[in-house]
């Protein structure tokens, strides 16, 4: 029986990877799911240890890579991304292991070969590898602007100049500091990997918000906050997910 971890933050990413882990290798168990540093690191840290472990690059409260340095990884790992292919390139050059979201069955096929066969293993020139993809990524390779289609136009706008972004009846929307509306192809998990960390944060499945479109916060019902942001309709609810709550203070008193 192999024993799998999953350190994913995306329901129905877990739910996907579950579903095709199951026609492709039905003699699995998944030991555990963490939707975080923390938890991962806390799990580890107990004692447990996997056969084989599939770690998102971006979670909810950090990078994947965190864990490395915070707990002892002996076991083989296989990271999952929505990066643009200028990112994932850092993974290529390393020889890392990696899984492109939505995950396809075919690379999750190849992805369990490499593992049964031990070409995986996670040895020191691995983690060498590893902090140097990391290093490629924590660069400034965050999207400067978007190519947006308005009417029979295209229009480029500046992440800078965007206020929040957010998703609405299966679409995904961008709103600029001074209240312009842009539909845009990207998903939320997409753009949160495609800007910077320091000035985005996912406060909700919903939003995406510039740190310097915050005019105003209120504490909101069971430990939330509300936001009051440059560019927002009057009629916007803007709410700090109650389990972002910690991590988004922390966030801004960076």
């Known amino acids: 029986m192999m024993k799998i971890l999953l350190v994913e933050d995306e329901h129905l990413a877990v739910k996907r990877l579950e579903s095709l882990l199951k026609s492709l290798q039905p003699n699995f168990e998944i030991v ?12 580890l840290l107990s004692g447990n240890k996997p056969d084989l472990a599939f770690f998102d690059i971006q979670l909810s409260d950090g990078l994947s890579f965190e864990i490395f340095n915070q707990a002892e990884v002996t ?16 993974f290529e050059v390393n020889g890392l292991d990696y899984l492109l979201k939505p995950i396809e069955e075919e690379h999750l096929q190849r992805a369990l070969d490499k593992f049964k066969s031990g070409q995986n293993k996670l040895n020191d020139a691995l983690k060498v590898a590893l902090m140097n993809a990391a290093g490629q990524l924590k660069r400034n390779d965050f999207k400067t602007r978007y190519l947006i289609k308005v009417g029979e136009h295209l229009k480029m706008v500046e992440t800078s100049s965007i206020s929040f972004a957010y998703s609405m009846d299966k679409a995904n929307y961008i709103r600029t500091f001074e ?9 939320l998990e997409q753009m949160e990997l495609q800007l910077d960390p320091e000035v985005f944060f996912r406060i909700s499945r919903k939003f995406l918000v510039n740190i310097n479109a915050i005019a105003d916060m209120l504490t909101y019902g069971n430990s939330r906050l509300k936001l009051k942001l440059s560019g927002m309709d009057k009629d916007d609810e803007i709410i700090v997910s109650r389990d972002k709550v910690k991590i988004f203070k922390e966030w801004l008193e960076r």
């Open 32 to 43: 555990s799911v963490c939707d975080s540093v923390k938890q991962a690191v806390k799990w």
């Open 75 to 90: 076991f083989p790992v296989v990271f999952t991304t929505a990066y643009d292919h200028y990112a994932v390139k850092a």
């Open 179 to 187: 209240g312009r509306t842009y539909n845009v192809d990207q998903s």
